[in-house]
C-alpha cells in the first residue's frame, strides 16, 4: 500500500467544518494556566503577582477535580436552549447550587499561605462570610456591577465561579451547546470574552473567542470586532519590541479593543496568564482613548466593566 502525502491544503478544514466550539479540557485548564504564569513570572515587573495568580490557578485546578456533582440542564431544556439559540448555563440566570462556596473555600484554604496581607484579610473575610454574603459579591462578579463591593475579594469569588462553571460546561460537553442569537457573548453561558485566540494545529489559523467565566471558546471569524462586529478600521497594536504573540484588536467603530493572541508565535499562550502578564497593553489602550470590551475577572476595578 502507498502512502499518500498530505499538501497543507488539503489538510485544512473544509468550509462548513470548523468545529465552531472548543471546550476546556478538564483536566489541563487551570494546571496548564499555572505553568505559564510560571513561565511567565521570572524577571516580570509583576513577578510576585503572576506567581500568586499561578497558586490560585492550581487552586482552581485541586477544586475542579474534587467538585461534587450538581444539578444541571436536562436534555430536554438543552434541545430547548439549541433550538431557539439561548444559553443554557446563563451566568445571571442560572440558578447557582452553593457547592461553589465548598471550591471557594478550597481555593482560600490553599493560597492564604502564599497572599500578600492584603489579599490574606480579604479571604479571612471572605472565610467569615455565610451564604448569602457570598451569593451578593458572585452577583457582583456576573453582573458586572462592582460599586461597593469589597473588591479585594472577588478576585477569589471569580476563580471558585470560573471552576463551577467549567465543572458544568465541561461535565455536558461541547455537544450540549450550539450557537445563540448573540455572536459575541459565550454560547454556554452568556459571559463575554476575555481574550481571542488564533489556533494551530488542525484548527491552524482560526480565531475563537475565550470565555471569561467558563473557558469555552467559539469561532469567530478574524478582522472583525468581537464587540460590534464591524469590519472596517480594525487595527492591531502590540507592545514595542515583544514577540508579537499578544496584541489589541482594536475598533475604531465602537472604540474598544480586545486582545488577541497568536499561537503561531508562542503555541503556549494562555487566554487568561498572557492577559495579566500583558498590562501595558491595556494602559496603552487606555492612553488611546480605547475601552477593553471583554472583563479579566481578576482584574476587577472600582468602575464598572462589560457585563460577563
Ligand atoms: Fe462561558
Ligand atoms: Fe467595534
Redesign the pocket.
Known amino acids: 500500500m502507498s502512502a499518500t502525502i498530505l499538501q497543507p491544503g488539503q489538510i485544512e478544514a473544509p468550509a462548513g467544518s470548523i468545529p465552531f466550539l472548543r471546550l476546556p479540557e478538564r483536566d489541563e485548564i487551570f494546571r496548564e494556566r499555572a505553568a505559564r504564569l510560571r513561565q511567565l513570572a521570572p524577571g516580570h515587573a509583576l513577578q510576585d503577582f503572576l506567581l500568586f495568580m499561578a497558586a490560585i490557578a492550581d487552586a482552581q485546578q485541586a477544586a475542579l477535580m474534587a467538585f461534587s456533582s450538581v444539578p444541571l440542564p436536562d436534555e430536554i431544556r438543552l434541545a430547548l436552549c439549541r433550538e431557539h439559540g439561548m444559553p443554557p448555563l446563563s451566568a445571571q440566570g442560572w440558578q447557582r447550587d452553593p457547592a461553589w462556596h465548598n471550591a471557594l473555600r478550597k481555593i482560600a484554604a490553599q493560597v492564604k499561605e502564599n497572599a500578600t496581607p492584603a489579599s490574606r484579610e480579604a479571604l479571612s473575610r471572605l472565610e467569615a462570610m455565610d451564604g448569602a454574603a457570598l451569593e451578593k459579591l458572585a452577583d457582583a462578579v456576573l453582573s458586572g456591577q462592582y460599586s461597593g463591593a469589597d473588591l479585594a475579594a472577588l478576585p477569589f469569588i471569580a476563580a471558585a465561579l470560573q471552576v463551577y462553571w467549567t465543572h458544568m460546561t465541561t461535565t455536558l460537553g461541547a455537544k450540549a451547546f450550539d450557537r445563540i442569537a448573540v455572536a459575541q457573548v459565550c454560547p454556554a453561558c452568556a459571559a463575554p470574552p476575555s481574550v481571542s485566540v488564533v489556533h494551530i494545529g488542525s484548527s491552524e489559523g482560526l480565531r475563537y473567542l475565550n470565555c471569561a467565566l467558563c473557558g469555552t471558546q467559539w469561532h469567530m471569524v478574524r478582522i472583525k470586532?468581537s464587540?460590534?462586529?464591524?469590519t472596517k478600521d480594525i487595527g492591531y497594536d502590540m507592545i514595542e519590541g515583544a514577540s508579537g504573540a499578544v496584541k489589541a484588536e482594536t475598533?475604531d467603530?465602537?472604540?474598544?479593543y480586545l486582545k488577541i493572541m497568536y499561537m503561531d508565535k508562542d503555541h503556549q499562550v494562555d487566554p487568561v496568564a498572557d492577559d495579566l502578564a500583558t498590562l501595558t497593553l491595556d494602559l496603552m489602550m487606555d492612553e488611546q482613548g480605547k475601552l477593553r470590551?471583554g472583563p479579566n475577572l481578576f482584574l476587577i476595578t472600582d468602575s464598572d466593566t462589560p457585563t460577563p
Open positions: 470586532c464587540n460590534c462586529e464591524s475598533c467603530a465602537c472604540a474598544s470590551s
